[in-house]
């Protein structure tokens, strides 16, 4: 058994494992001309007769390094004739890219091939497109990104197979086929293949981060102990077994905490939120702002913006918080809305009304018999709401104005065939009288009125006899429930969402609500 040969059954088994490819698939290698992207193309021409996938390949010539680039570009269509592989040749200019969008030259870089790749792919028909990264690669990256203060996201390192764009449903997969393999291997490879390649002069250019962490920190790591880039990339595979899963935790708490409102606004629910476990908490938060950002991105968001909501939704100090990306955070009734600049300034996005919403779907119901002795508390919808009797003077009745305090008339009650006081959401057929002469309107007309949106009509609370609504939670009462001098009553305050206070409105005023 040749190198050659075993080097090829190494790279075929992780792409078994990896399911990087399927029978009758097309596969686009990136080819710039060095070891690594020659050692791609020449390995995954030898395995795909037995994969049954076709192979294309990309070169982009970044117009960095002159008379040198090009004749990069001349050897890869060289070695890309030899084998009988398509191969298509973009060029760029950098330097002068780089300069419009005021990004570093190796970003922009990147970016552009990306942007290439996803242009090829969808031209060729490709559902996947190969990279070179190797294990020394592996090593790089998550040290660059440990050094920078990347989370256990930025720890995972380089992934073996990944969407080519996040969040587009039909992008091409990247795949890395040579993640596992040493520089030293595909060296020894393309020497038995008797195959030579290309060396990039910027690459040896210390002053760039990647290539310091290349030359000069990986190899005293390396003195240290041999097998140090192994271990780093291990460790960076348990690191992505951890995000994996995490990510399945925060996709189910998401279920629960965030909801999108009718104009798409993101939501945090905080009672729900607030169960959830610290770290859990954290990501949700990035996982709101991700939802919000207009591309998907966390770009330029780190730890600082993050503790930043952990305050805005512990409900203490600025009831705001302005974040990268011009969107702004904004505390209301138990909820954070996520908002643009102009939605922001404006007030648009946030709730119409100030309706208290269940922390969670389908929440059921909670019931008080009265007449009852003392006090009671009910929880229900992620709120607490304690509820006393009592009976107005014979003189005026006067009733502080407060949004999450109400009074309601025992009489009303006690029409009613049953005694019992229900916290619940919507049902088919419930009223709300909303004149004194009795008049009724259905509940989802007065909600729609209301300009609650749709997506929240059935998480308002309300407080109901049988079908009939006395008090959307929040908001107005039944004119039929308000009390008259010498009457019995029911006051039912919200006082806390979950240990934390409601913010209520408070007037020193008589009111008739």
Not at 218 to 247: G, R, S, V
Not at 418 to 434: A, E, H, I, M, Y
Request: include cysteine; charged fraction near 25%.
């Amino acid at each position: 058994m040749t190198d050659a040969f075993r080097f090829e059954q190494k790279i075929r088994k992780m792409m078994k494992r990896c399911s990087m490819v399927s029978p009758g698939q097309r596969i686009l290698a990136a080819v710039s001309g060095g070891a690594d992207s020659v050692c791609l193309l020449a390995v995954l021409h030898a395995l795909a007769p037995e994969f049954s996938f076709s192979l294309e390949a990309v070169h982009v010539e970044h117009g960095i390094r002159g008379e040198e680039s090009l004749q990069d570009c001349a050897y890869v269509e060289r070695l890309c004739g030899d084998m009988g592989v398509r191969l298509t040749v973009r060029h760029i200019r950098v330097p002068e890219l780089a300069q419009q969008s005021g990004r570093t030259e190796e970003e922009e870089a990147r970016i552009q091939r990306y942007r290439i790749f996803e242009e090829t792919a969808e031209q060729c028909g490709a559902q996947r497109v190969a990279v070179a990264h190797h294990l020394g690669d592996q090593a790089e990256t998550v040290l660059w990104n440990l050094i920078r203060g990347s989370g256990l996201r930025g720890l995972r390192g380089i992934l073996p197979v990944r969407p080519l764009r996040d969040g587009k449903a039909a992008s091409p997969l990247v795949v890395r086929p040579l993640l596992e393999t040493s520089r030293e291997e595909i060296e020894q490879y393309l020497k038995a293949r008797g195959l030579s390649y290309r060396t990039d002069r910027t690459n040896l250019d210390k002053t760039v981060t990647r290539n310091k962490i290349r030359h000069d920190i990986l190899p005293d790591m390396i003195t240290l102990n041999a097998q140090a880039p192994l271990h780093i990339a291990q460790a960076a595979e348990e690191a992505a077994e951890a995000e994996a899963y995490l990510e399945r935790v925060t996709a189910r708490a998401a279920e629960r905490c965030i909801f999108r409102q009718a104009d798409r606004q993101t939501v945090l629910l905080l009672a729900s939120w607030q169960k959830e476990e610290p770290y859990v908490r954290r990501r949700l938060l990035r996982e709101c702002i991700r939802r919000a950002s207009e591309h998907g991105s966390l770009k330029d968001i780190g730890a600082v913006h993050v503790e930043a909501l952990m305050g805005l939704a512990s409900g203490g100090g600025e009831k705001s918080v302005s974040l990268p990306g011009g969107l702004t955070a904004v505390r209301a009734y138990g909820q954070i809305h996520f908002l643009s600049g102009t939605e922001a300034v404006s007030g648009a996005g946030l709730p119409a009304s100030g309706a208290l919403y269940a922390q969670e779907d389908s929440p059921g119901e909670r019931c008080v018999e009265v007449p009852f002795q003392g006090r009671q508390t009910v929880r229900y919808g992620g709120y607490s709401f304690l509820l006393e009797c009592g009976r107005a003077g014979k003189g005026e009745v006067c009733i502080p104005k407060k949004r999450f305090t109400k009074w309601i008339a025992y009489a009303t009650i006690a029409q009613k065939e049953s005694q019992k006081l229900c916290f619940r959401t919507r049902r088919p057929g419930d009223v709300l009288v909303v004149r004194q002469d009795g008049s009724r309107k259905k509940l989802s007309d007065y909600l729609i009125d209301e300009k609650i949106p749709a997506s929240l009509r059935d998480r308002v609370v309300l407080l109901a006899i049988g079908s009939e609504v006395l008090w959307v939670a929040g908001m107005r009462i039944s004119e039929g429930a308000k009390v008259t001098p010498g009457s019995a009553y029911v006051k039912v305050s919200c006082s806390i969402l979950e240990g934390q206070e409601v913010e209520d409105e408070r007037e020193c005023q008589c009111t008739d609500s």
